[in-house]
């Protein structure tokens, strides 16, 4: 309706945290500007979720799809909103929206500052992930696994990268290296059935057995983990790759001769209870587990450099009770709530939980984010739209081919014909060039 009044938001980043906040914002009557560093939609839910979770991907793609079909909603694709992206920002903040919604995930890495951590052939799980997934760049770079992997961490990120290695790649031993024990394990044991057929269970019993006296000293009775093993039966068939646990293993260097890597240098550590949580405490004795790739997969930080107020790897949001605060970006010249610019999902918590939980962290935002826009007028939808112009214009300018959504479909269909051709599951264009000579051609 041409004098229907309307709040204008943008959300920037499209994963689920990003896209679910889009839901909730259009279904209060907004107008809507979702801006995407990646040419398509979904994020970690299109390029993190395992490869060949085929079910669960095409579920979110079809909520995505609606979500993105909404006419209060313009999605523009292959914009990247940071310091050096292709807006600002400062520039964005100036064009005139009612708020801004930072959706943009977790894309930093965490590094732990261990020698020999950027070497070839160590990796962080973020950038692999996004390799195997197929986002550019990452699609672009090889990532060589060699024979015998340590992956560090003990997280479902690590299962993923296990289950690559032992089903995709070409690799004899894979070692999940933790610095506390079996006890202490942060992965699912349903998504852990995805590498039962890899999984060596007379070595986990050997490593429990390595372990014991350490494990008894804080109460921990390792027949415990064992019996769980053992419940399960040994899987059939076997695969060709051995999965092993190291626990109580602290990384401490990556070992390279003549810049290949050949281990992991860990200090082995003993637990202590410290109130509700058992630590790892390092015990000075060192030893190296023989490997010629790492992958470290301990979790990520934000972007430092995307624009966003920033302290160890989690943008700055208000602090104190108000549980809107936890949401609302700091003005820390101010000391306050920067109005109108929040923070959601993974670029709100890094690394925290799955898509539900991001979807559940997106929709809470956006009751604040409502809040936030019931104490402001509303403007008609023409000139909500000529902002949106005003956007469109200011990308045009600087360059910026912008995919918008009917464009992603149409990428989306070919790539759907060349999996049937091919006859494969799923296929996905490798480089940013490709798909937009595609949407050229
Ligand atoms: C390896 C791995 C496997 C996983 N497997 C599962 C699973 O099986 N099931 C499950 O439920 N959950 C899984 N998850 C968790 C799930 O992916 C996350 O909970 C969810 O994707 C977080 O959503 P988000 O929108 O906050 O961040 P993201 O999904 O990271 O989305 C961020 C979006 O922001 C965009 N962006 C980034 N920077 C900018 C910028 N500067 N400007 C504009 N846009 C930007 C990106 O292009 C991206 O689209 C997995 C996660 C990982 C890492």
Redesign the pocket.
């Known amino acids: 309706m041409a004098d229907e009044q309307v709040h204008l938001v943008a959300v920037?980043?499209?994963?689920?945290?990003?896209l679910f906040a889009t839901r909730a914002l259009a279904a209060q009557g907004c107008r809507v500007v979702l801006?995407?560093?990646?040419v398509k939609?979904?994020?970690?839910?299109e390029y993190?979720?395992?490869l060949n979770?085929y079910k669960?991907k095409g579920g979110l793609r079809r909520q995505f799809q609606k979500i993105l079909s909404d006419p209060r909603v313009t999605y523009l694709g292959h914009?990247?909103?940071?310091e050096r992206?292709d807006l600002t920002v400062e520039a964005l903040a100036g064009m005139g929206f009612d708020a801004l919604v930072f959706?943009?995930?977790?894309?930093g890495t965490k590094y732990l500052g261990l020698e020999g951590e950027r070497l070839p052939g160590v990796y962080h799980?973020?950038d692999l992930?996004y390799h195997y997934n197929r986002l550019p760049p990452f699609s672009e770079r090889p990532f060589p696994m060699g024979r015998r992997v340590a992956i560090v961490g003990v997280g479902?990120?690590m299962v993923?990268i296990a289950n690559y290695c032992a089903h995709f790649c070409d690799v004899d031993e894979v070692i999940a290296v933790a610095r506390r024990g079996p006890f202490e394990k942060a992965y699912d044991d349903r998504e852990f059935e995805d590498v039962e057929d890899a999984f060596d269970q007379a070595l986990y019993r050997e490593e429990l057995e390595r372990i014991r006296p350490r494990l008894e000293a804080v109460g921990q009775n390792p027949d415990e983990p064992m019996a769980a093993v053992a419940a399960r039966g040994e899987p059939s068939p076997r695969c060709r790759t051995r999965l092993r646990f190291r626990f109580l293993a602290s990384p401490r260097r990556v070992v390279a001769e003549n810049g290949r890597v050949v281990g992991l240098e860990v200090e082995e550590t003993r637990l202590e209870r410290k109130g509700d949580r058992v630590a790892a405490v390092g015990t000075g004795v060192t030893t190296v587990i023989p490997c010629d790739t790492v992958v470290f997969a301990v979790g990520d930080r934000v972007?430092e450099h995307?624009g966003l107020p920033y302290r160890d790897g989690l943008y700055l949001t208000v602090p104190g009770d108000d549980p809107a605060g936890a949401y609302q970006v700091l003005d820390e010249t101010a000391g306050k709530a920067r109005a109108g610019v929040y923070v959601?999902?993974?670029?709100r918590k890094a690394?925290d939980?799955?898509?539900?939980?991001?979807r559940l962290d997106a929709e809470t935002g956006i009751k604040h984010v409502a809040a936030f826009l019931a104490e402001r007028p509303k403007r008609p939808l023409a000139e909500a739209e000529r902002v949106v112009d005003g956007l469109r214009r200011a990308l045009a300018e600087r360059g910026t081919t912008v995919v918008d959504y009917p464009a992603v479909q149409r990428l989306e269909a070919v790539e759907r014909a060349r999996a049937t051709a091919d006859r494969v599951e799923e296929f996905k264009f490798s480089s940013d060039r490709e798909m937009l000579d595609q949407l050229r051609g």
């Open positions: 920037i980043g499209a994963g689920p945290a990003g801006i995407n560093r990646d939609p979904g994020g970690l839910a993190g979720i395992f979770k669960m914009v990247t909103v940071a992206g959706a943009i995930g977790a894309q799980a973020k992930v479902n990120v993923d972007d995307a959601v999902g993974w670029a690394s939980g799955v898509v539900g939980r991001a």
